[in-house]
């Protein structure tokens, strides 16, 4: 394991509130005497074990990509000082809280790809805000923020009709 102490670990799955941590993360990490370091993670679907034989290569190609892309995205060619990357093998949630032991904050996207329309935290960001041992921040990304209310009543309320 890569020692964390002074980093700002941030979970990249390629989706616009990744990206937004990545940008929030620079941001933050001078502020933290730290640096940006930059967690994607991939798997083997489930699905498709004892099917098809594994091509290992291409999902770690694939997510490799898609990190890059992400970084391009978030910081072209002004990338912070000390930006760091890792590519993990692994469950996302499982992995990204490893990876965040010792580190100064851990940021992720409020809801990553795969996520269900509907579900205000992710399962991954629920997991690493229940289970990490660094602060944890959870980041929307502007694009995909829809206005909604949670509870019932909560629009207008205190107002009187005419």
């Not at 990744?18 to 489930?46: G, K, M, N, T």
């Not at 990876?99 to 960001?125: D, E, I, K, P, Q």
Request: net charge negative; aromatic share 6%.
């Amino acid at each position: 394991m890569m020692d964390t102490e002074g980093q700002v670990v941030v979970g990249v799955d390629g989706s616009d509130s990744s990206i937004e941590a990545l940008r929030l993360a620079a941001r933050l990490a001078p502020a933290l005497d730290a640096r940006v370091h930059a967690v994607a993670c991939w798997d083997f679907p489930q699905m498709y074990a004892g099917y098809v034989p594994p091509d290992f290569a291409a999902f770690e190609a694939a997510a490799a990509k898609t990190l890059q892309e992400a970084l391009d995205k978030a910081f072209g060619a002004n990338a912070p000082d000390g930006l760091s990357q890792d590519l993990i093998r692994g469950p996302a949630a499982e992995k990204l809280v490893e990876a965040g032991t010792g580190a100064r904050m851990m940021v992720v996207g409020r809801r990553g790809h795969g996520g269900f329309m509907g579900m205000h935290l992710g399962s991954v960001s629920s997991a690493c805000v229940s289970h990490a041992d660094c602060p944890v921040l959870v980041v929307h990304s502007e694009r995909g923020h829809r206005t909604h209310h949670l509870w019932k009543g909560s629009k207008g309320k205190g107002e009187t009709k005419a």
